[in-house]
């Protein structure tokens, strides 16, 4: 079988192709009628996102002269695992309504209960029910990563990445937290929380994965690489979510518009908002964001605001130049011209003005 991957989209197939026989072969462990439950709710969830950071993980292998080998894509689906499992978590902690257009987990747990007319709280089992979710997928992304085929030593060589890929992206959701309860921050304290929950782990640590699955080795070019092109996409990527939490178009992004005002997230376009805006508009932004039940009149002001303020273009202009930065970083890679491509659609796709 060949896993040279002339398409995204091809990669993206063959990824789902990978998650779902993952699944069914983990299907006899959660036997049961009362388990149906947790494997429809996986089931429909795997059946959304772009695969991002298992392209990066793919291409990075490709770029540190991995060939075809089919295993490589089953260590890099394994990352759309813990993806989920991170989503079905800060939908918990963000009491999120939706999700790619569709319940999110806790509320479809929720509705479970509520339909079933069972004892207790229906919002506690739901979001009882998601925990447990993400976290069974937290463990089986680790376990396909093992199990991928991949040979020992290439698994031994990126394992301590892997580690602290895991670790921050932890770490980021509790600054996350922490960033919502100061209720205040600088862009960079934003940016902090945005790199070590998602900018890193969707871009950068996932290169570096393949690249280490590959060489086997630390070597200074990959750090170069990783840092030069994979962290600046990884912000743009992470100003790109801040702007469509914001202006993005419901049926593009799957969430209710304006969904990360009501949420109260300190992203970094709120905080460069504050830093740029008047006390009259300041006091504008802290009292409407964070507001669950803010209407459509409230969505659209706080947007004003923030184009009044010059954040959304400052932000547009960041998106830019960090991909930018980005691509000449690649120019320079001593990587072959078909991986500079194809690390180049994705970073492309990564920053796009889409969902």
């Known amino acids: 079988m060949t896993t040279s991957f002339t398409r995204l989209d091809d990669l993206h197939t063959e990824v789902d192709h990978r998650l779902r026989a993952f699944v069914d072969r983990q299907r006899p462990l959660v036997g049961g009628p009362e388990l149906r439950p947790l494997l429809d709710a996986l089931d429909d969830f795997l059946s959304g996102g772009k695969r991002l950071r298992p392209g990066f993980c793919y291409w990075g292998w490709r770029a540190g002269g991995g060939g075809d080998d089919p295993a490589i894509v089953t260590a890099a ?42 004892q207790g709280s229906a919002a506690q089992f739901g979001e009882g029910a998601a925990v447990l979710l993400g976290s069974l997928l937290l463990v089986w992304s680790g376990e396909m990563w093992r199990t991928s085929g991949m040979p020992p030593e290439a698994l031994a060589a990126a394992e301590p990445v892997h580690d602290l890929m895991r670790t921050e992206l932890m770490c980021g959701q509790y600054l996350d937290l922490l960033e919502q309860a100061h209720g205040g921050g600088t862009f960079d ?134 991909l930018d930065d980005a691509l000449t970083a690649l120019e320079r890679a001593p990587i072959t011209a078909e991986a500079r491509e194809a690390l180049a659609g994705l970073a492309v796709a990564a920053t796009s003005r889409r969902s």
Request: aromatic share 4%; glycine share 10%; hydrophobic share 40%.
């Open 189 to 322: 304290s934003a940016l902090r929380v945005a790199l070590h929950k998602s900018g890193k782990y969707s871009v950068e640590q996932p290169l570096r994965l393949g690249l280490l699955l590959a060489v086997r080795r630390e070597e200074p070019w990959i750090d170069r690489v990783c840092v030069g092109y994979g962290q600046r996409v990884g912000i743009a990527f992470q100003l790109r979510d801040d702007v469509l939490g914001v202006f993005g178009d419901p049926a593009e992004t799957g969430k209710p518009a304006g969904d990360d005002l009501r949420e109260g997230k300190r992203t970094m376009l709120i905080a460069r908002t504050l830093s740029a805006a008047s006390p009259g508009q300041a006091d504008q932004v802290r009292r409407l964001l964070g507001d669950p039940a803010l209407d459509g009149e409230g969505v659209a002001r706080l947007r004003e605001i923030i184009e009044e303020t010059g954040a959304l273009a400052a932000s547009e202009e960041m998106i830019k130049r960090y």
């Open 77 to 118: 689906a394994s990352l759309e695992l813990l993806q989920a499992s991170a989503l079905i978590h800060d939908d918990v902690m963000d009491a999120s309504d939706l999700r790619r257009g569709r319940p999110s987990v806790h509320r479809r747990f929720q509705a479970l209960h509520e339909e079933s007319g069972w």
